[in-house]
Structures are given as structure tokens and as C-alpha cells.
């Protein structure tokens, strides 16, 4: 079986031109707030390693469409009171960075990151799209 992390952001409105909200994950299904996003991503970080996962891995497996072998199915159900939400999954940790796939509004938008810079770049793109 694969190892990769699931995590959820909702983010909750902005404060000073920083994104906060809580964060989830799906492997303990604990809640944590935080006041920006470096918050977010340390905290996940610190996650990964209690969860010894996902570990370096030498090759990326993809099929001939692009597509990840993963499930395709990205975000469960959007939680009551929550402005937007992101689904992170983190499927390797290479290079000194993460690789993985997010998903927003409901699973109807999907790309996959290279790096946490990436990712942040993602989150706070969308952000300003959906004006949260």
C-alpha cells in the first residue's frame, strides 16, 4: 500500500493580507488553527514526521494520461461554515521539499505541486480568485 499524507485547509478569511484558518489531518483527524500559512505548512511538516510518511522515493509512478495512480476522488464532502477549502496530498518528500496534488471548490479543481513554494503560490492564487 501507498504512504501519502491527506490534509485539509480551510481558510477562514484574511487578516492583513495573511491567509489563516485550521488545518486537518486526515491520518489523526486533529484540528490546528493557524495565523498564516508558514504556520500551516510547519505544522504539517511536523505531522509528516510524526507519521513517518510519506519517505523519499526514487522514481514518481504516473500513467500515460498524467495522471497520478492514485484515487481520483480528491476532497470529501465541504464542511458547514467554512469559506473555502483546500485538500493537500503530500505524495513524496524529495529533494527537501514536498510533492503531492491540491484540490478546491469540491474536488472540480486539481493541480500538482512540485514544492511547498508551489503550493503556497496555488493556496494564495486561488485565495484571490475566490476572494476569501
Known sequence: MEVYAV???????????QL???LTS????ESYDFG???EAVLKM??????QAGPRSSPLRQFDRTGETRRGR???????????????????????????GEIGWQNGEQRIRFRSV???????????GILQI
Open 7 to 17: 490534509f485539509l485547509i480551510s481558510l477562514s478569511d484574511t487578516a492583513e493580507g
Open 20 to 22: 489563516w484558518g485550521s
Open 26 to 29: 486526515l491520518s489523526d483527524g
Open 36 to 38: 498564516d500559512l508558514t
Open 45 to 50: 511538516e511536523e505531522l509528516l514526521n510524526r
Open 73 to 99: 476522488n480528491l476532497l470529501p464532502a465541504k464542511r458547514k461554515g467554512t469559506k473555502n477549502q483546500f485538500c493537500i496530498r503530500v505524495y513524496y518528500r524529495q529533494h527537501g521539499s514536498w510533492q
Open 117 to 127: 513554494l508551489e503550493l503556497l503560490r496555488l493556496i494564495d492564487s486561488a485565495a
